[in-house]
């Protein structure tokens, strides 16, 4: 399930800290994984705990803690509105219903083609700039009106051929 390559990536990981300490390396280690394979599975975390010398509950804690870690399938992109206060102040619910009719699916669940997974998220710094999401855990987006959404989706699906 895992392989060689990524074993070593891990290993790579855990040498940055002394030998003591090589549960530092467990956020590096669930990326490595999640880039790998799309998300983290529960065989994954077992591996992970193995490498690192911990309990695999510990390594469940810091998967489930953050929303960057995928912790089944997700479609090609994932859209994390920020739902926040200071988002739901400034539109960041109606944000999310509006993609929620746009792909025709509820807050996480992935459209049938594959193609999206729309989540809410906690705060992305970004308060100012609301509503703001987060496409693939890498793209912000800010001031995100309908037509904006609209646009990010269309050109999304456009880029994909669908």
């Known amino acids: 399930m895992i392989s060689d390559s990524t074993r070593a990536r891990f290993a790579r990981e855990v040498a940055k800290y002394p030998a003591d300490q090589k549960q530092s390396a467990v956020m590096a280690c669930l990326s490595i ?5 799309g998300y983290v599975s ?48 400034r539109d960041g619910y109606k944000a999310l219903h509006h993609l929620e009719g746009k792909l025709g699916i509820k807050m996480g669940e992935t459209t049938p083609d594959g193609l999206f997974t729309l989540q809410q998220c906690e705060c992305l710094g970004a308060c100012a700039d609301s509503p703001v999401m987060l496409v693939n855990d890498r793209t912000m987006c800010s001031f995100m009106s309908n037509d904006k959404l609209d646009q990010l989706v269309d050109g999304l699906r456009a880029a994909e051929g669908k």
Do not use: W
């Open 33 to 37: 994984v999640q880039q790998e394979e």
């Open 42 to 89: 529960a065989d994954s975390e077992r591996v992970i705990a193995e490498v690192l010398d911990m309990p695999v509950i510990a390594v469940h804690e810091v998967t489930t803690f953050y929303n960057m870690y995928n912790q089944q399938p997700v479609g090609k992109f994932k859209l994390n509105v920020c739902t926040n206060l200071p988002c739901q102040l």
